[in-house]
């Protein structure tokens, strides 16, 4: 069974850095395009990164774009979202998904993301 588990969420203080992990399981990351999404309060869930099957290419939102880096480990089955100068308005639930391709952007399709993760919490506040 196609399975994404996100982790790394929790409490941090604004100016300060998280990295979420994106396990995959009973499918092959690599064949996969990764995608990042939020919700934040009072907000849809937005697209806000987006890195492709061999990792040679990431694509970012423009709210977070410059602070936040996607990366994966195809030989691990992860993907992970590195984080820094979070804003509050960077709190929220984030998930991460797994494309019908390889390839993503931030603009992809919704109908194009197959497989997701529950979610882990983000909170940022002093």
């Known amino acids: 069974q196609p399975q994404l588990v996100e982790s790394g969420g929790g409490l941090v203080q604004p100016g300060g850095s998280l990295r979420l992990s994106c396990a995959a399981s009973?499918?092959?990351?690599?064949?996969?395009?990764i995608g990042w999404f939020r919700q934040t309060p009072g907000k849809e869930r937005e697209a806000i990164s987006c890195?492709?099957?061999?990792?040679?290419?990431?694509d970012y939102a423009e709210a977070v774009k410059g602070r936040f880096t996607v990366l994966r480990d195809n030989t691990r089955n992860l993907s992970y979202l590195q984080m820094n100068n979070l804003k509050s308005e960077d709190t929220g639930v984030y998930f991460c998904?797994?494309?019908?391709?390889?390839?993503?952007?931030?603009?992809?399709?919704?109908?194009?993301?197959?497989?997701w993760g529950q979610g882990t919490q983000v909170t940022v506040s002093s």
């Open positions: 890195i492709v099957s061999t990792g040679a290419r990431a």
């Open positions: 009973g499918f092959k990351l690599v064949q996969h395009g």
């Open positions: 998904a797994a494309a019908s391709q390889p390839f993503c952007t931030v603009k992809s399709d919704p109908t194009a993301w197959i497989y």
